[in-house]
């Protein structure tokens, strides 16, 4: 994994370089992946990692919030698919306008449409992660909605899932950092900061409603 902190110098954005393959590159370089995403940009590609951000999101709350209780198991895998896309696009963009404005305070260089860019990169893990969204439906059914009773293979898959979901998850939250930094061409530590004020400053709005409420 790489460090945080950038040894070598950022690209020059002024060469488009060697187009890369994100799918690939993504896993050991990811700066130069999203350089080079940006530099040739694929609008299909984008759309779809980022409906595939927002299915795997759904498919995750869909789980945890007992949806095949109410619902029929074929409306929530439709609930999913057509609800998680549009969220995923809908956060996409918001996600990037927040990055870009706070990476901008930090003195960042970058533009609205490669901060765009270089955060549906940063989706490519969550998009693997439909892989196993799809296994379990496959190995759970309708018991996958549900407070069902599982049996021993079942219980056994999902802890195994789990867990590689949530590998897939803290990675691509690594490379959120990575393409903040590199939208912004600025280090990975002012990435990381950049990905936090946001997330504090709703915490503290969260917080002082919750107060102001009791």
């Given at each position: 994994m790489e460090k945080l902190e950038e040894d070598s110098l950022p690209l020059n954005v002024d060469e488009k370089g060697e187009k890369l393959n994100p799918w690939l590159t993504i896993w050991y370089a990811p700066r130069a992946t999203m350089r080079s995403a940006i530099n040739y940009r694929n609008s299909k590609l984008l759309i779809f990692l980022a409906i595939m951000a927002g299915i795997t999101e759904f498919f995750d709350r869909a789980i945890s919030d007992n949806l095949g209780v109410h619902m029929n198991f074929w409306v929530v895998l439709l609930m999913i698919i057509v609800v998680g896309g549009i969220i995923g696009i809908i956060s996409w963009f918001i996600w990037s306008a927040i990055n870009y404005y706070v990476g901008k305070l930090l003195k960042g260089k970058g533009t609205y449409d490669e901060m765009r860019v270089a955060m549906a990169i940063s989706f490519i893990p969550f998009a693997i992660s439909v892989i196993f969204c799809f296994?379990?439906?496959?190995?759970?059914?309708?018991?996958?909605?549900?407070?069902?009773?599982?049996?021993?293979?079942?219980?056994?898959?999902?802890?195994?899932?789990?867990?590689?979901?949530?590998?897939?998850?803290?990675?691509?939250?690594?490379?959120?950092?990575?393409?903040?930094?590199?939208?912004?061409?600025?280090?990975?530590?002012?990435?990381?900061?950049?990905?936090?004020?946001?997330a504090a400053v709703i915490f503290v709005l969260v917080l002082g409603i919750v107060l102001v409420a009791l």
């Open positions: 296994l379990d439906v496959l190995f759970l059914r309708e018991k996958l909605f549900t407070n069902a009773v599982l049996s021993p293979f079942q219980i056994g898959w999902l802890l195994l899932s789990a867990f590689f979901v949530f590998i897939l998850a803290v990675w691509s939250f690594f490379l959120m950092i990575k393409a903040v930094a590199e939208a912004h061409q600025f280090s990975s530590w002012k990435g990381l900061l950049t990905l936090i004020i946001p």
